[in-house]
């Protein structure tokens, strides 16, 4: 006849095997660390995607004669995995693009007689190839009415 199992080392097992889960969770894979991400390349990422969405058919069907395109940027969502990354620069600098270029009006959030939203959106993500793996972080601004209604999305790249 068989013995019940002890229940107690049952547990304190489970709990061990939880904690070492834990430890091989947050240990990063070589290769694999989070680089954080410099304002030179926040700055490069703005630009190239405001530059994008600015000579766009959808920004440019806004602009009639001498009238400006309404817009409000939204808050930048940052899913990278950089938790530390400046998205309030992000929106300082499409603000500065879009305000440079001359082309638009920007308005504060909860505006609803704008032309358009812009919300950024900041991610990050591991890319294999040939020279091995880069860390790529990829902003993506997304036009939309102030109904919700999407009209476009635009995004620039930048990988170390």
Partial sequence: MREAPDRRWRNVSMAGMALVAAALCATPVAGREARALNLDT???LADESAEKMLASTVFQAKLQGAKKARVVIGDTRNNSDDEGARVEDISNEIRNRIVAAGTARI?????????????PDL?????AGSGGRRHCFI?????????GE???AFSAQRCD
């Fill in 139 to 147: 902003l993506q601004l997304t036009l939309t009415s102030p109904e």
């Fill in 150 to 152: 999407y009209a476009a």
């Fill in 123 to 127: 991610s990050s993500s591991w890319i």
């Fill in 107 to 119: 308005f504060a959030p909860g505006n609803l007689d704008a032309d358009f939203i812009i919300s």
């Fill in 42 to 44: 926040l700055n490069a």
